[in-house]
């Protein structure tokens, strides 16, 4: 704890939507202090001039993408928001550097390495990772998601279909779910990326 019992937190990957709003969230949680935002694009600019937000929180210059692991030392916990490959990299080093990590992208959502390539198009440099990783639903998970190291944050998608179906799961509407089955959200659509094609 820092700064009047607060957390520090940082937020790599800052400059993107995921990481502004991240700022924004953080930057009025009274348990936080937001400690540490880095940005490719932004390095060297205060968050007052990127953004026009005031207060100590404006005061915070952006740091390069390249320095995220050895900065984030000073944090308790860091959020992701980068692509899958950029926290393939950056992963590791954090979590040898003791920070705990919430991973926004989809690198650790899947425990199954072989069914990386098929739903993110990349084989998995790190599949010891994966047993460690906890997806984070708390509303699912809280117990698992409360003790971990890294924590792979959901999608939208994969979120509002868990939610939705864990009470039927739970009530015994299905004695086991349909391996052949997805759920008609949109399968393997990801995200708002996907949906600006």
Known sequence: MHAMGRTPVGIIGASGYAGIEAT????????????????????????????????SVGALTYAPLE???SLAR????V?????????????????AAGV???????AFRLKDSGAYPGFYGFTHPATHLLKS?????????????????LVA??????????LALAPLLKAGCWRRAPSSWTPPAAPRVRGARAARR
Do not use: M
Not at 74 to 77: D, F, T
Not at 133 to 149: D, H, K, N, Q, S
């Open 74 to 77: 000073r944090c308790a916990a």
């Open 100 to 106: 705990k990590v919430v991973d926004l992208s989809g």
């Open 24 to 55: 924004r969230l953080l930057a009025d949680h009274p348990q936080v202090e937001l400690a540490l935002l880095t940005s490719e694009r932004w390095a060297g600019d205060t968050v007052a001039r990127r953004l026009g937000w005031g207060s």
């Open 67 to 69: 320095e995220s692991v």
């Open 153 to 162: 944050n959901p999608g939208c998608y994969a979120t509002a279909a868990a």
């Open 133 to 149: 990783a906890v997806y984070g639903i708390p509303e699912l998970f809280r117990e698992e998601v409360r003790g971990a190291t």
């Open 79 to 95: 959020l992701l928001a980068t692509p899958a490959e950029v926290s393939l990299e950056l992963v590791p080093g954090l979590l």
